[in-house]
């Protein structure tokens, strides 16, 4: 029990000295010490444990109390230094430059090794600049090519190179005097050996300190596209991931080209993540499980993935670092030219090499068994039985709810209505996604049935648990190895060693299974300890281990009368979310109405003290046991994992999770076991198939009846979004769930101190518990909040791709936001208001706006508004004025008649743009389940339940004149003025020109926001007021900068540049702007094949604006993310969000934007 | 464990005889059969409806784990 104590603590200080790394980084210079730290602590732990051994457990010895200090203190030290190494690429020191005034010396301390570019930092103050030049050699790694333009791979595997030794002598390096201590410079060439300097121009006295650049593949990646391609020779490390459109592999590179026709660099590090186009030559050998193992030769464009676009967004670049992926490739193959990636067969070898012999077996196994499920289930099912049975998940991307293709399937003859939504978004929203991310309850279903196929065939357990645990193994490497299945498989190995040779439970497993898995899995990348894979699934056992039996046990106190008012107010209060969310969120509301369930609670208590009782046998203890334990395992989870983990990592809460489990949970482990041994049996030849067909038969029935659980429960069920958590408030909220499963010692200790103090009083206690609840709450009033922010007013102008969004904070606390974004419905995954916009305001605690304006009815402009009505509390909707009369229920020619005659404006658009706007209005006549504005404003009427709740909502038109939203204070005037439409009509593009123009005013700064004016509407508002009223420092380019000024798809460049002169300039003279801000993005997914054109437009616009504003004072959303604007009412500030990346140590520091080569 | 054993005799038990019902019962499925004893289950309607999932994955499996040069 000893080891087991030391074991367990050992791993939870390995994890506590992960968390000090992230919460206290030291510079990684420090490491080595810490690593020779930790190593001699352990060592001597480990010599002691011997020693302890040796001398018996009955002869306790003094020095024995050293061995927990020493093992915390190695396993702290060892944490520590396992994140901070995983997560730092350190360069090495291998010199220094010094200059004094009687020497000039290069003193190299440890010699460079393969080929190594150099990087100084400046360690002193110089009195002049200092300009000198390296001087080395370089033995140069060239390629070795058969006449296909192939590298050479020799019998063993090896990448062949020829050698050429060449002297080097770097261009003129210059560090200026005034340049700040600590400034870093890049030697451009790459050495092998440094013999010398040569001097061209000294100060007094200098310093600097040399380092060699890691060759890690990290340091040679580059954030935007358009770089010249470089060529990366490595090898397939991990099963192709193949979707329908693509395939994505993960390859390890050897070594790189860099540049084009530069050396090779030995790669030290990190992985690259490929992802490959269909119509590449060749492409089917990548898109099999056979690829896995094979070296490659790809060249293309090495980029990094994007960090947040968005304040509080995704983090792909963190996210992918965190599993060793540093680069992205997307080889591109132009026409008549060879492909750019190619298998590489080494020389005398048939075949490209294969990987390891176990992963290989395992995934040749799964592909096996995929083949007999293609044969014996139809799609969509056998895409599902795929994913939860070999976790291949992937292939359900795209799928959709069989039969929602079909008008009048069954959906719409119980009044649901047909939904678009795929089958994995519907698993989100029901929350029973969790079935496709393969776990411990996979691994434990397997777990058992072996076990039982086992037991059935009646071999001892001493004999069978090897095999069950390398089937174990094999699964884990079949569904991807992901730390929850690692997870699970480890600590159902111990469970299994435990249980078949020390005759131990299932407890005491547990107790040494999850600290002891999370160890291994952190020490083999401590990255992943934020990570939600990991995180949800130790959480999900933790909760189950922890919380269930407490929750089980207060469960079981509910009989009779207060068993039946607990189900009828958890019904109740189940319906009112489904009817009406808000409600649940609304204090005034929430409050009463459990303060309401309580006293009734308190009623049929007394009734029941009184004699008036249901049946002692109705209560939660009279469930069968498996049930009653079921349900409480379910609560545990939601309280200890979906709650809180939900909410900070996806914003969302499934509310329908807590329900659709209760079946989905007994349901997967029918269609798991069934898949499982269907697959197994069925690779017995002649009859295996047959079994498999009989099996997957009744398999399908269990498969449907799951896609349909989640189907149902999807639509029936809101999925709300949620306030993010701060880490602080997740702290607390453990504290008190601790609080709650250790309940028992607790008020024990409580009731000791308070009898100790002579605390006599009956309440003393209960007192006592109250104020340490309180003091446990301190560190949420005195930590800081999220977002700390200067006084005035804020303006966020959100990433969303080809479209607008704008969100202004004014000095008084209203928040406006103008414009929604779009939302591309085919892939359904593209609303910006989904992904973007209701995720920040998630994150930034915004539960309500007090205005949306929506400028014009363009999707690119209004398609999300929809969205944001039905999940945000909304004050006011201002609309353009041409919108002011769309009603329910309007033909697609009458919806078209609000922008003028409909034959006119059905001539002037193309049909396919008025259609999808008219959808996003009115609603789509075959998607009854999709969003649309009007019907939206139809359920934000003045009834009962909208004004409790806040989502009363009133709805105005407005123009020219109009001013929105305004007040004073501490002097400084903030409001919103309407400049447009002209009410003069447009003979050309109405629709954009009719829409609104608006200028944001708080004190002397003004930001004018033209919407998606055309040149005309541009032109007219230039010139329709003076130029005082017009005057704004910052201008948001008018039509996404995209205008085109003809009517053919590829205007003449002197088109476009005479329109932005003659019908734009005007605009920003008259303005007297500063500052533009673009806001782009691809827009081929809005505007179909007019998006080049577009590009190309954009890409003129923004020359303009640049020639005549300074490129710095032109920023734009598609290279600077979101664009952060704060006035104080005399100047405007500007931040972006690539630049918050960077200071955070992101891409785009000196040294990588240097480009390196001979 | 005893009880998981009985659990799992159950349901194949319960899965066997319903996998027969559906078998007789549904059409695709019976067109499946049909096809696997013949030998051409590549022309059956489940099989023709996975062609897109999953497509390098074939009967041939030779074809599936060939690489070309």
Request: proline share 7%; hydrophobic share 45%; aromatic share 10%.
């Amino acid at each position: 029990m000893k080891w087991q104590s030391k074991i367990i603590g050992g791993s939870y200080l390995y994890i506590s000295g992960i968390v000090v790394a992230m919460l206290l980084p030291l510079d990684p210079a420090w490491l080595p010490l810490l690593r020779i730290s930790a190593g001699l602590a352990l060592g001597a732990t480990a010599c002691l444990l011997a020693w302890a051994m040796w001398q018996g457990a009955e002869r306790p010895q003094p020095w024995m109390q050293w061995i927990w200090p020493l093992l915390a203190l190695g396993a702290v030290l060892l944490g520590y230094t396992r994140y901070t190494s995983a997560n730092t690429v350190p360069d090495m020191v291998v010199g220094e430059i010094r200059i004094t005034a009687d020497a000039r010396e290069w003193r190299q301390t440890v010699p460079l090794t393969d080929t190594s570019r150099l990087r100084l930092v400046k360690e002193v103050e110089m009195d002049r600049d200092l300009q000198f030049r390296v001087v080395g050699e370089l033995d140069a790694r060239l390629a070795v090519q058969d006449d296909d333009g192939r590298h050479l791979m020799d019998a063993d595997g090896r990448w062949k190179f020829r050698k050429a030794r060449m002297p080097i002598t770097s261009e003129v390096v210059t560090l200026s005097a005034d340049d700040p201590v600590g400034t870093e410079y890049a030697v451009v060439q790459p050495f092998s050996r440094v013999t010398g300097i040569e001097w061209l121009e000294t100060p007094t006295t200098a310093a600097l300190r040399v380092y060699r650049m890691s060759n890690h593949i990290g340091s040679f990646v580059r954030p935007m596209r358009g770089q010249s391609p470089v060529t990366v020779l490595g090898r397939i490390t991990s099963d192709p991931r193949v979707y329908d459109y693509q395939t994505v592999l993960m390859v390890t590179p050897a070594f790189i080209q860099f540049p084009a026709n530069g050396p090779f660099y030995k790669v030290e590090g990190g992985d690259i993540q490929v992802t490959l186009n269909p119509r590449m030559e060749g492409y089917s050998q990548f898109a099999q499980t056979s690829a896995y193992g094979a070296d490659v030769q790809i060249r293309g464009e090495l980029t990094v993935a994007r960090a947040e676009s968005n304040p509080g967004g995704f983090n792909a670049r963190q996210f992918m670092q965190n599993y060793n992926i540093y680069g992205l490739m997307r080889p591109f193959q132009p026409r008549g030219e060879p492909p750019p990636m190619t298998m590489i067969i080494p020389e005398g070898s048939e075949s490209v090499r294969a990987g390891h012999p176990l992963v290989s077996f395992s995934l040749g196994l799964r592909d096996r068994i995929l083949l007999l499920f293609k044969s014996t289930m139809p799609y969509p099912q056998s895409a599902f039985l795929g994913g939860v049975t070999l976790g291949l998940r992937y292939g359900l991307q795209g799928a959709q709810f069989p039969g929602e293709h079909d008008r009048g399937a069954w959906a719409s003859r119980v009044g649901l209505g047909p939904s678009e939504a795929q089958i994995v978004a519907d698993f989100r929203y029901s929350g029973v996604n969790h079935v496709l991310a393969v776990s411990g309850l996979h691994v434990t279903i397997l777990t058992v049935m072996f076990v039982a196929i086992f037991s059935l065939l009646k071999f001892p357990k001493q004999v069978f648990v090897p095999f069950v645990i390398f089937a174990l193994v094999v699964f884990a490497i079949i569904t991807g190895a992901r730390p929850s299945t690692l997870r699970a498989v480890i600590m159902n190995s111990l469970f299994l060693m435990t249980w078949g040779y020390l005759d131990k439970g299932l407890l005491s497993s547990v107790l040494i299974g999850v600290p002891v898995a999370a160890f291994l899995i952190l020490l083999h990348n401590p990255l992943v300890v934020v990570d939600p894979s990991f995180t949800l699934s130790f959480g999900a056992i933790l909760s189950l281990a922890l919380i269930t039996m407490p929750t089980h046990e207060i469960l079981s106190t509910l009989r009779s009368n207060r068993f039946l008012v607990v189900l009828i107010f958890v019904g109740a209060t189940t319906a009112i979310g489904i009817v009406h969310w808000a409600l649940i969120t609304t204090p005034l509301f929430i409050f009463p109405w459990l303060a309401f369930a309580v006293v009734v609670f308190q009623v049929a208590k007394r009734l029941e003290q009184q004699g008036w009782k249901l049946s002692d046998r109705f209560a939660f203890s009279g469930l069968p046991e498996g049930v009653s334990t079921f349900v409480a395992a379910q609560v545990a989870i939601q309280v200890g994992m979906m709650i809180p983990l939900s909410a900070y990592y996806f914003v969302r809460w499934p509310f329908a999770g807590a329900y659709a489990n209760l079946i989905a949970i007994p349901l997967i482990g029918v269609v798991v076991q069934l898949g499982a041994i269907g697959g197994l049996l069925g690779l017995i030849p002649i009859v295996g198939p047959y079994i498999t067909l009989l099996l997957n038969a009744a398999n399908w029935i269990f498969a449907s009846f799951f896609l349909w659980l989640a189907h149902v429960a999807s639509l029936i069920f809101p999925y709300p979004f949620a306030r993010r958590p701060r880490v602080i408030e997740i702290v607390v909220y453990y504290l008190f769930i601790a609080a709650f499963i250790w309940h028992k010692p607790l008020w024990k200790w409580i009731k000791g101190v308070c009898a100790k103090r002579q605390w006599n009083a009956p309440s003393a206690p209960a007192m006592f518990a109250v104020a340490l609840a309180a003091i446990a709450t301190v560190p949420l009033w005195v930590t800081p909040p999220r977002d700390t922010r200067p006084d005035g007013m804020h303006m966020t102008f959100f990433e969303v791709g080809y479209g607008s969004a704008i969100l202004v904070e004014s000095p008084g606390g209203q928040r406006i936001l103008i414009d929604t974004g779009f939302v591309e419905h085919e892939r359904g995954r593209r609303n910006q208001a989904e992904r973007t916009i209701l995720p920040y305001f998630s994150h930034a605690a915004i539960r309500r706006l007090d205005g949306l304006i929506v400028t014009s009815p363009l999707p690119e402009r209004a398609a999300g508004a929809a969205t944001l009505l039905e999940h945000m509390r909304i004050n006011t909707l201002v609309l353009p004025p041409m919108m002011a009369g769309v009603e329910p229920g309007m033909t697609f020619d009458e919806f078209i008649g609000l922008f003028g005659p409909a034959s006119h404006v059905a001539a002037a658009y193309p049909i396919e743009r008025l259609e999808g706007m008219y959808h996003e209005w009115l609603g789509h006549p075959r998607w009854s389940q999709r969003a649309a504005l009007v019907p939206a404003m139809q359920t934000r009427g003045p009834h009962l339940a909208n004004r409790l709740s806040g989502r009363h909502m009133v709805t105005r038109a407005v123009g020219p004149s109009d001013v929105l939203f305004e007040e004073m204070v501490e002097d400084v005037p903030f409001r919103i003025e309407v400049l447009s439409p002209d009410p003069r009509p447009f003979t050309q593009h109405v629709i954009e020109n009719h829409g609104l123009a608006l200028r944001v005013v708080h004190g002397d700064v003004a930001v004018l926001i033209p919407g998606h004016l055309h040149y005309e509407g541009q032109y007219r508002l230039a010139h329709a007021w003076h130029e005082d009223q017009l005057r704004a420092q910052v201008l948001v380019v008018p039509h996404l900068g995209s205008a085109n000024p003809t009517r053919q798809d590829r205007p003449a460049r002197s088109h476009i540049e005479r329109a932005l002169n003659q019908y734009s300039a005007p605009l920003m003279d008259r303005a007297q702007t500063e500052w533009a801000i673009f806001q782009f993005g691809e827009p081929r997914g809005v505007l179909g094949e007019a998006g080049p054109t577009a590009r190309n437009i954009a890409d003129l616009t923004r020359q303009f604006y640049r020639a005549r504003l300074g490129t710095d004072r032109v920023l734009s959303t598609d290279q600077d993310l979101a664009i952060m604007l704060h006035s104080d009412g005399r100047s405007v500030h500007m931040d972006t969000q690539s630049q918050r990346n960077r200071a955070r140590g992101g891409e785009d520091d000196a040294v990588s934007d240097l480009s390196i080569g001979l | 464990m005893e009880r998981g054993v009985k659990l799992l005799t159950r349901i194949m038990a319960v899965a066997l005889l319903m996998g027969a019902a559906v078998i007789l019962l549904h059409p695709d499925y019976r067109d499946t059969f049909r096809a696997m004893w013949w030998g051409d289950i590549e022309d059956s309607a489940i099989w023709m409806s996975n062609r897109g999932y999953y497509s390098e994955v074939v009967h041939d499996m030779e074809a599936m784990y060939e690489v070309a040069e």
